[in-house]
């Protein structure tokens, strides 16, 4: 395949939604610098394009002459960066959703980056918990450094490797039981990765300036509660648990237990979370605007979950 001439920079390529990203512009023949603090870690998304297509470069995201050097000569940059939860004094979300955004932002205004897209998290503008209230002000770090950027704000994100099925149905493998945090009524919006990925293509390549200096809400097919969710898991991975009500105030308790875990199921914040539904508000901009069809879980789901039936992928059904 022909290269285009464009060259994308994107922070957070490594992870779960970003790799789909990358191999999505790599398909497209975008030459991608995939801006990592640990550049071995993207050596394995070079096979995603041909021989020099995709450049892991190590950038410190603590400095801004780092992050300016990464979006340097770049045509487009997006954002991917983000915690779920804090661990030490350089991962909090104060720093990681408010101050690296804003660097970025300022880096691609003064470099004079087309566009540039940023990755936010629904609700995120009615929310309670310190991960939401950060990822809005994040928000308004990047618009007021670079006004025309694209803010993407997706409800839970699916696919294989997603940090959400793939641990439920993980913990689902050895314990008899799950918790049904405050009932599981609280209602989410998944969307599909791929879905998200072709979104933030179409943000950087349309030929309309459309998308510049707007906010959308991005939720899937279907509006499950927790509790649904957990049958589907159930369903395609075969495996179903005794679902037990946590009540909000019980949650955090444990959570303040399992949040010490190398990767918390659950912690404080994320119980404080579910207070709020996660789905695309009305009369919100959402992924109409982008002509795609959101893929249903159903349509997917079974793909990867399939992997945790009991005796593998290849069980009897
Ligand atoms: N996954 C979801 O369900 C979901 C839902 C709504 C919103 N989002 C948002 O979408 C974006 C991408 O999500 P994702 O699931 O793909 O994230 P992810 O895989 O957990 O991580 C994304 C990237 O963040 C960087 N990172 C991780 N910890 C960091 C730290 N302590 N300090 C600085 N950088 C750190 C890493 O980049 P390097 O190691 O390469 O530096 C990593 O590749 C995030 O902003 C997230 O908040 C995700």
Known sequence: MAHRKEIVTIFGGTGFLGKQIVGDLARRGFIIKIATRIPESAYSLKPYGEVGQI??????????????????????AVNCVGILFERGKRSRFARVHIDIP??????????????????????CDKATSKYGKS?????????????????????????????????????????????????GKTKFQPVY????????????????NKYLGSIYELGGADIVTFKEIYEKLFEYT?????????????????????????????????????KTDNIVSEGAKNMQSFDIMPKSMDLILPKYLKNYKAGGRFAWA
């Open 55 to 76: 450049v892991p470069i190590e950038c410190n995201y603590l400095d801004a002459s780092s992050i300016r050097a990464a979006v340097k000569g770049s045509d487009f």
């Open 102 to 123: 804003a660097m970025i932002a300022k880096a691609c205004a003064d470099e004079q980056v087309k566009r540039f897209v940023h990755i936010s998290a629904l609700g």
């Open 193 to 208: 990765v791929g879905d998200v990925a072709d979104i933030v293509v179409k943000a950087l390549t349309s030929n309309m």
């Open 238 to 274: 075969g495996r179903r648990r005794r679902l037990i009500h946590v009540p909000y105030w019980a949650a955090k308790i444990q959570a303040v237990f399992l949040s010490l875990l190398p990767k918390p199921i659950f912690t404080p914040d994320q119980v404080e979370s579910l």
């Open 135 to 183: 990822k809005l002000a994040g928000e308004a770090a990047i618009l007021s450094n670079y006004p025309a950027a694209t803010i993407l704000r997706p409800s839970v994100i699916f696919g294989e490797n997603d940090n959400f099925f793939n641990m439920f149905a993980e913990l689902s493998r050895f314990t008899p039981f799950l918790p049904l945090i405050g009932g």
